[in-house]
């Protein structure tokens, strides 16, 4: 990898078809995500929007082309929520194992950490037995990361013919303060940070 070029940058809206690409082969394929069809271009590009309002959606690139993407999104939509939210990532099953989610996620949690977030949480697909359509890869990519289990639910997604569990896991990355300042939206701190 270090002589290949990675570039990890806000998502625009040329990139729509190829992060569609990306997670079509997981809709069709694993049960990784509970989605069972592969979203329309514009439900996926008005999904990528919304996120953007607030929240750091990124891509990355290896020697041009878009590899994976990562964003995060509301934890609940309650004020009281804010400092919290869940993140999402999926890579080119062809790139896998090679670190770049782990750097992904990490460009990730410094954005948040910028924004003022404090607790990441991701919802995990999780097998009773592992098969051809889920493992635990997931889980222990995130364990590595730092998150902890917090929740389980047993036998709430059926797809592919098989009922999967699905966990919560979190990771807190500041401090929790009695005068906690507000959150600063995705757009407004990375454009102080290009100042």
């Known amino acids: 990898m270090e002589s290949e070029k990675i570039v990890i940058r806000n998502a625009e809206t040329g990139d729509v078809q190829r992060l569609l690409e990306i997670y079509s082969y997981y809709v069709r394929n694993t049960a990784i995500t509970f989605d069972v069809e592969v979203p329309e271009t514009d439900r996926f590009a008005s999904h990528m929007e919304q996120i953007q309002s607030r929240y ?89 990361l730092g998150f902890v289990l917090c929740g389980s639910f047993h036998s709430c997604g059926y797809k592919f013919g098989t009922w999967y569990d699905m966990v919560w896991m979190e990771k807190q990355i500041g401090q929790h303060r009695d005068n906690q300042m507000q959150i600063v939206p995705w757009r407004e701190a990375d454009q102080a940070l290009n100042v």
């Open 56 to 144: 750091p959606f990124l891509v990355m690139e290896r020697d041009g082309r878009i590899e994976g993407y990562a964003y995060a999104g509301p934890f609940k939509d309650r004020a009281a929520y804010d400092w919290s939210c869940e993140l999402t990532i999926y890579l080119d099953p062809d790139v896998r194992k090679k670190g770049l989610g782990r750097m992904l996620y990490e460009r990730l949690e410094k954005c948040l950490a910028r924004m003022g977030i404090l607790n990441l949480y991701a919802c995990i697909g999780y097998p009773q037995r592992e098969d051809a359509y889920l493992t635990r890869n997931s889980a222990e990519f995130h364990a590595h």
